[in-house]
């Protein structure tokens, strides 16, 4: 199979979606591999090391997507990647179409096939491939947020372990899944006092047992999260609805309670985010301030440490990308009913519950569609 990986476009995005390993892996099975010239760099990895591994180095952009079978990115298609697309062709990358309808009509109109790297399941419960970039994205929060508390940042001027004789920040986190725990740990890592919010009892009890009560497990209610709001210096927010647009827990109205100089980070922004003032932001212009509170929404948090996030990604997709390519996408996906789970469009369809129900739109079951 023809497979393109093209260098990531979006602002500060310095992942690849294959590493040269990755392209050794794909040529040694018989697949031929052009990766867009200067694509690794940012991650590390020259052309040299691509052309070792059996890969073409590509100049010509329009060339590189126009022949593809599979097209492999990172991040979701900007428009003029959605202009290239076309039909018979396999899109595998982070897509996040609930909190992106232009994007989501794009891709329908385009007629390929495109598959969410956040949407596929594994066995044993989870999210296989976001879980890698949640893991980057949990524990970048903390740097984030204690970096947004300083004065200069617009933040409340809060160190977040205090010092001997003066309290720590106190951080709360909301959703205590991959993102959750590795913000907690971290902030519990730093001496920060750390609360976590989840809906989940059984989630609370891993935290609880895992960490011995250091961090404190509270149900998330309105109450709760009124509580974290008035109290919190740090508030992480990290929840997720798979495939869904992301529940507001926080209001505008809200931000009235919070201290001056408090910090939101919303890490569940690429899924719209989780506070009603939310909007995303870039890695060039990250935080803004609304009614005294430092807002942090990058979207794409894991590309500002691109090395650790590309081979912590591509270790993840390598079985799925090879699969792909050896039996193409409707053999592959019927053999995987998680792998199935990716699904998100198809030939002008929508494939996927909770992203037509986040527009209002039709769609068909997966199922209807593989062998
Ligand atoms: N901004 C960025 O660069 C990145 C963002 N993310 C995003 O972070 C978000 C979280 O991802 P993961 O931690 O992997 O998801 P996860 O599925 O591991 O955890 C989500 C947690 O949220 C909880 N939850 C759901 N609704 C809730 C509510 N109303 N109140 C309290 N808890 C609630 C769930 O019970 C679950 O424990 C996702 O939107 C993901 O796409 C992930 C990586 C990078
Ligand atoms: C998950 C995601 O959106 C990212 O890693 O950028
Ligand atoms: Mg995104």
Redesign the pocket.
Known sequence: MRIAVPKEIKNHEYRVALTPSGARELCARGHQVVVQESAGEGAGFADDAYIAAGAKIEADVAALWESAELILKVKEPQPEEVERLHSGQTLFTYL?LAAAEELTRGLLASGATCIAY?TITAPQG??PL??P??T???RMAVQAGAHSLEKAQGGAGILLPGVPGVPPARVTV???????ENAARMALGLGADVSV????IP?LEVLDDRYQGRMKTVF?TADSVEDAVRESDLIIG?????GAA??K?ISRSMLADMKPGSVLVD?????GGCFETSHPTTHADPTYVVDGVVHYC?????GAVARTSTQALTNATQPFVVALANKGWRRALSDDAHFAAGLNVHGGQLTYAAVAEAFGMEHVAPATLLE
Not at 174 to 180: D, S, W
Not at 267 to 271: H, L, N, P, R, T
Not at 298 to 302: E, G, I
């Open positions: 996040h956040e989870g999210l976001l879980a970039m949640s980057v994205a949990g909301i959703g205590g899944g991959v993102v959750g919010l989840d809906r989940s989630r998330s990290a929840v997720l609805v798979p992301a529940p827990l890490v569940a922004i690429d899924q990058v979207a794409n948090m894991p």
